[in-house]
């Protein structure tokens, strides 16, 4: 949609490393179109979970907010906060 940003919130197995550059450079070679490629990487220890335990998408989409705003900083703090402490899920 018009002006929307997208950011790739990513829980990564143990000891696997991500950075945006690469990230990119997945999804490019997986033919995901130019507009829909993340501009800010959120790596994460687990994904936030609601009282049902589906993820919180509402908790994934302030942090990605205010990632936005400063570049992720507050991503990566306020997801260690919102999680809800039911493990880490393996993700890329």
Same mark, same amino acid.
């Given at each position: /949609?018009?002006?929307?940003?997208?950011?790739?919130c990513?829980? =990564?197995? =143990?000891?696997? &490393?991500?950075?945006l550059? @690469?990230?990119?450079?997945?999804?490019?070679?997986?033919?995901? &179109?130019?507009?829909?490629? +993340?501009?800010?990487?959120? +790596?994460?220890?687990?994904?936030?979970?609601?009282?049902?335990?589906?993820? #919180?998408?509402?908790?994934?989409? %302030?942090t990605?907010?205010?990632?936005?705003? #400063?570049?992720?900083?507050?991503?990566? #703090? @306020? /997801? =260690? %906060?919102? @999680? @809800?402490?039911?493990? +880490?899920?393996?993700?890329?």
């Amino acid at each position: /949609m018009l002006g929307e940003r997208i950011a790739a919130c990513v829980v =990564t197995r =143990t000891g696997a &490393a991500l950075d945006l550059d @690469s990230l990119k450079a997945l999804v490019r070679e997986k033919g995901l &179109a130019a507009w829909h490629q +993340p501009e800010l990487l959120v +790596p994460l220890n687990e994904l936030p979970r609601n009282a049902g335990g589906k993820i #919180d998408k509402n908790s994934l989409s %302030r942090t990605r907010h205010r990632g936005f705003q #400063d570049g992720g900083r507050a991503c990566r #703090d @306020s /997801m =260690t %906060r919102e @999680s @809800s402490g039911r493990g +880490p899920l393996a993700g890329v």
